[in-house]
Each structure stands twice: as C-alpha cells, then as structure tokens.
C-alpha cells in the first residue's frame, strides 16, 4: 500500500546552516569543531549513503520541508489511500485495514 519512496532534497549550504545552528545552540559545541565534524564525517557520509538512494524515489521534493506544495500533495495521496483500504471489524472495537493488519503480522 505505502510503497512511495520519497527524497527530501535540501541545499548543502542550507542543511550545514541547520546543523551548526543546532549543534550551537542546542548541543554547546564550538563552530570549529561542527565544521571539522561536518566536513570530516557528515557530508562523506551523505555523499557515499544518503545521494546515491535519490536515483531510486518515485518522488524528488526539492527545498526539503519548506516545499509546502509538494508536501501538501504526497499527504493529499496518501490521504487517498488510506480512504480506500476496506476496513475490517477486529472484534475488539476498533475497525482496521485490511492491508496493514496483514503486512503487521
């Protein structure tokens, strides 16, 4: 049923911003050394694992999570997917899919 595989595509410059920003404020470390682990460990790491699954999704949404129209496009599909699933009664109040029920188990 949720087979849509999505890529969330953020500028470099953007996504180091973010994490110096937060490794600051929220973590205390010192620029130096969130520059030195950026460089050293998180973007190779981006670079060798992360890039290479975007030739792989159905969907690229570029600008990340300011992108609110194609955010607000993939939850109106999956909005109607779940709308389709036939529910089942489960015997204990509550109503469940079909499809989920059976991926759970």
Do not use: W
């Not at 190779?44 to 690229?60: G, S």
């Not at 990340?64 to 607000?72: D, L, P, S, Y």
């Amino acid at each position: 049923m949720m087979d849509m595989k999505l890529f969330v595509d953020t500028d470099s410059d953007t996504r180091l911003s973010r994490r110096v920003q937060r490794d600051i404020e929220s973590r205390g470390r010192k620029l130096e050394n969130v520059l030195t682990q950026y460089t050293t460990f998180v973007k190779p790491a981006f670079e060798e694992f992360c890039l290479p699954t975007k030739k792989y999704a159905d969907v690229i949404i570029p600008r990340g999570g300011e992108n609110k129209v194609a955010i607000g496009l993939i939850v109106q599909h999956i909005t109607d997917l779940l709308n389709h699933v036939p529910m089942i009664n489960t015997g204990r109040g509550k109503r469940s899919s079909r499809k989920l029920s059976n991926t759970l188990h």
